[in-house]
């Protein structure tokens, strides 16, 4: 008996030893998460929407048409103002056609940069946080970069193309006033077309054809598949050896059987517990 009783013992400590050894040099937890950069898709304009290519969950590349809202109400004000802005440059001997070429072409630079802001603004909140990588957020700076340095080329080639007016056509307030409303025209129908920011999907389709869009309404959500990481939440005591760079081994309840390999990209030593978090720390988890 007694020699049963101080077997079970040695193995107690033993167990007791390797726990203590693996918690601070092969750390584990279940308290974890898959996160990723979720974009609100929110129309500009108003309108029904008629086409819905994508599914549920379907994976896009980057700038897939997502939907398309009606766009006869701004095809005819663009045809209003292309028909204002020829009307006001004849009248002073020039030629439109290469400024509504070239104002087009901003058009669509301007709104590429727009959609590249937007989602690189969640890339570099996170960059704040230490919750991804350096690299992903240079990759976002220099996507910003080449969206700013097309709209500058645009910009230039409609500057030239005005220029092409001569002066009186140029500082006429009658062409002036015709530019704006083409730009306007133009921008919202370019708007018309809501397309991905980025290459991933939208796991969670709730609208049909026909349904109403809202300018500044949201109108789905998009899931960039591009930056996805794991959110794991270990004890003070984990971390006595755990640093970026560290190899780990992930298993997901959606893949059972399936190990994947990562990485430590960055970590933090706190979290908030607070609703909402004031201070830029991830939120554990609710259990």
């Known amino acids: 008996m007694k020699a049963l009783f101080r077997i079970t013992l040695l193995l107690a400590l033993a167990?007791?030893?390797?726990?203590?050894?693996?918690?601070?040099?092969?750390?584990?937890?279940s308290n974890a998460r898959v996160k990723a950069i979720v974009t609100p898709i929110v129309p500009k304009v108003s309108g029904t929407v008629i086409d819905i290519p994508?599914?549920?969950?379907?994976?896009?590349?980057?700038?897939?048409?997502?939907?398309?809202?009606?766009?006869?109400?701004?095809?005819?004000?663009?045809?209003?103002?292309?028909?204002?802005?020829e009307a006001a440059t004849q009248a002073v001997g020039a030629n439109s056609a290469e400024v509504e070429r070239t104002q087009a072409q901003l058009v669509r630079a301007e709104t590429d940069l727009e959609n590249v802001r937007v989602q690189s603004a969640r890339v570099f909140e996170l960059e704040k946080k230490d919750l991804i990588a350096v690299a992903r957020a240079d990759d976002a700076r220099t996507s910003v970069s080449n969206a700013e340095a097309a709209v500058d080329v645009a910009q230039a080639e409609l500057d030239r193309a005005r220029q092409n007016l001569g002066d009186d056509g140029e500082d006429n307030p009658g062409v002036r006033a015709a530019?704006?409303?083409?730009?306007?025209?133009?921008?919202?129908?370019?708007?018309?077309?809501l397309r991905a920011p980025a290459v991933g999907g939208v796991p969670d389709l709730t609208?049909?054809?026909g349904a109403e869009a809202q300018a500044g309404q949201q109108l789905m959500a998009f899931v960039d598949s591009r930056n996805v990481w794991v959110e794991a939440y270990f004890k003070e005591n984990n971390f006595g050896n755990?640093?970026?760079?560290?190899?780990?081994?992930?298993?997901?309840?959606?893949h059972p059987g399936r190990v994947l390999d990562g990485r430590v990209e960055s970590m933090t030593s706190a979290a908030s517990l607070g609703n909402p978090p004031k201070d830029g720390l991830p939120r554990p988890p609710s259990t």
């Open 54 to 85: 994508i599914t549920s969950g379907e994976f896009v590349e980057a700038g897939a048409l997502l939907a398309r809202i009606d766009a006869r109400p701004f095809e005819i004000a663009l045809s209003r103002a292309q028909a204002d802005l």
């Open 15 to 29: 167990v007791l030893i390797w726990y203590l050894a693996a918690d601070r040099h092969t750390p584990f937890t």
């Open 179 to 193: 530019l704006a409303d083409l730009a306007d025209a133009q921008l919202n129908l370019a708007y018309t077309e």
């Open 242 to 254: 755990l640093k970026i760079g560290d190899p780990v081994k992930v298993v997901l309840d959606t």
């Open 207 to 209: 609208i049909s054809e």
